[in-house]
């Protein structure tokens, strides 16, 4: 079945121990997305890939970076991760801007 | 995005439907209603969405208002596995969707 494959799905890192987690996707669609999700909040956009082309929302601090080096995989990089950065962090896809298709989620532990 | 309220929850009887109330008075002509929901520990799921007339899939219906002020999502016979956060979205870009605080639907037995 087509899907949106997130993994790990739970992470542990240290304190200011840069983190990568990735997501790949077999729905070949153009767009994919990152959120933050803390614990009881809402899911909130970080950045997404256009085909190629990165949009930062504006609040996403600098600590959070991306890569996407091929259709179907993008990842996310914390630099240095604090405390404050423990959530889910949800991929998700889209073709052309229409619905958004959701991976599990990976949730991220910092200690 | 247009704002969008909802109540913070709701039960439901098993088998019954469940009928989610979202409030979106500032919508524009052209942005569309989406519903997700969210299952506990899981990523948010795509239900349905809709412009001026009301849609239906395997899923569920979704009701607009002739003014588009709000909307009804319908699940015709709700059970335990559709508790979950529902959440009514209205984006002014596909691109972007804002989760507001959605509403924690608890199907009963």
């Known amino acids: 079945d087509a899907m949106v494959i997130q993994n790990p799905r739970y992470q542990v890192t240290q304190f200011g121990k840069p983190v990568t987690l990735s997501c790949s996707q077999t729905?070949?669609?153009?767009?994919m997305y990152w959120y933050q999700q803390k614990s009881s909040q809402a899911p909130k956009l970080l950045f997404h890939y256009y085909d190629k082309d990165f949009n930062n929302e504006a609040d996403t601090p600098d600590n959070f970076q991306s890569r996407r080096p091929n259709t179907s995989f993008c990842f996310l990089d914390i630099r240095s991760p604090g405390l404050g950065d423990a959530a889910m962090y949800l991929c998700?896809?889209?073709?052309?801007?229409?619905?958004?298709?959701f991976g599990p989620g990976t949730r991220l532990l910092v200690l | 995005d247009a704002k969008t309220t909802q109540p913070t929850s709701m039960d439901c009887a098993e088998g019954r439907a469940a009928n989610l109330p979202c409030n979106h008075s500032?919508?524009?002509?052209?942005?569309?209603v989406y519903w997700y929901r969210q299952i506990h520990s899981q990523g948010p799921q795509y239900i349905i969405h809709?412009?001026?007339n009301n849609e239906t899939n395997e899923m569920a219906s979704l009701i607009i208002t002739e003014d588009r002020k709000s909307s009804t999502l319908i699940l015709p016979h709700a059970t335990l596995r559709d508790t979950a956060v529902y959440y009514c979205i209205a984006p002014r870009s596909a691109r972007q969707l804002t989760f507001g605080s959605g509403t924690q639907l608890t199907v009963l037995p």
């Open positions: 998700a896809t889209s073709r052309d801007l229409v619905t958004q298709y």
């Open positions: 729905l070949n669609h153009n767009v």
């Open positions: 809709g412009l001026k």
């Open positions: 500032t919508i524009s002509g052209n942005e569309y």
